[in-house]
């Protein structure tokens, strides 16, 4: 009986160069995931991976964040979000350049339509509630679980405005757990571990996030470990501001190495697997 195996990916905004990295080192070793579940960033990687789960697909994929500026996902400049402010608007910066990137990382117009199950996180701004997308228009959904809030446009979509999954659950393990998984790989970019220098508010609202979602990161991870194989890769250390995509072909290599080395210490994949045994929730 094969390995099924689970591809959880984390919210992280520019930090997703480094999930590619991760990716291509896991392809190379011939693990490959069976169901990937992401949040924000996390959910547009995902995705790419559905629409083409081979090592090619990831190449393609590493090739569009290498060629990534600033302006390709907040197009406008200061001047544009200075106005939105000024007129008292509900978001920094228009959604159209991130719109464009999602076009460029998957052609897949449906969720249906990919060619493995993804579950993508959001969150109902309204009620608070977690919301897992599993159905309907790919990018609308990848829109709303990359909407951070203030920054850009909620979305309204089957009644709901949605904003980032990373509100409510940046690196949702728990939506991975499944009577049929045997491993889940963790590809965990969010909420670096040392403290940037805060210069505006949105540097205080991004550090206050990331403690939260640390916080949840860690009783997800002790509670999946009981019942199933659990590997969090690691991630290289970005001293970047949210807004700046440079360096992303240094932080997909370094990401790349370090993951690359983690698999081949720990020799994974592992010949065989024994499954444990839990009931979560099924797919």
């Known amino acids: 009986m094969s390995t099924r195996r689970a591809f959880v990916l984390s919210g ?9 990295g991760m990716l291509l080192a896991l392809f190379e070793h011939d693990i490959t995931p069976d169901i ?3 949040t924000s960033v996390g959910a547009l990687n995902a995705a790419a991976v559905a629409t083409n789960p081979t090592l090619e697909g990831v190449s393609d994929l590493a090739h569009l964040w290498r060629s990534l500026t600033s302006a390709d996902i907040f197009p406008g400049g200061n001047l544009s979000r200075a106005w939105n402010i000024a007129r008292r608007g509900t978001y920094l910066v228009e959604n159209s350049g991130l719109a464009r990137v999602i076009e460029r990382a998957t052609s897949i117009r449906d969720i ?26 790919l990018k609308d959904a990848l829109l709303a679980s ?3 809030p203030g920054v850009f446009p909620p979305i309204n979509l089957d009644g709901r405005v949605l904003v ?3 509100v409510v659950d940046a690196v949702p393990i728990w939506h991975a757990l ?8 963790v590809l965990n970019v969010s909420g670096g571990g040392t403290l940037k ?6 540097d205080v609202m991004t550090r206050a ?9 860690d009783v997800e991870l002790r509670n999946a470990a009981h019942d199933i194989d659990v590997h969090v890769l690691p991630r290289p250390v970005d001293k970047r501001e949210m807004y700046d995509f440079n360096d992303s072909s240094r932080l997909l290599d370094e990401a790349y190495k370090l993951a690359f080395a983690y698999l081949d210490e720990n020799r994974l994949p592992h010949v065989e697997k024994k499954k444990g045994f839990f009931s979560r929730m099924s797919f």
């Open 146 to 148: 990359a909407a951070l």
């Open 164 to 166: 980032d999954g990373g």
């Open 12 to 20: 992280g905004a520019n930090m997703g160069c480094a999930q590619v």
């Open 178 to 185: 499944s009577d049929d998984i045997d491993e889940i790989y």
């Open 36 to 38: 990937l579940v992401g």
């Open 197 to 202: 220098g805060l210069h505006s508010p949105l």
């Open 209 to 217: 996030f990331a403690i939260s979602r640390n916080l949840r990161f």
């Open 112 to 137: 249906s339509d990919l060619q493995l199950p993804i579950r993508i996180v959001a969150c109902d701004l309204a009620t608070g509630e977690e919301i897992v997308l599993c159905r309907g228009p």
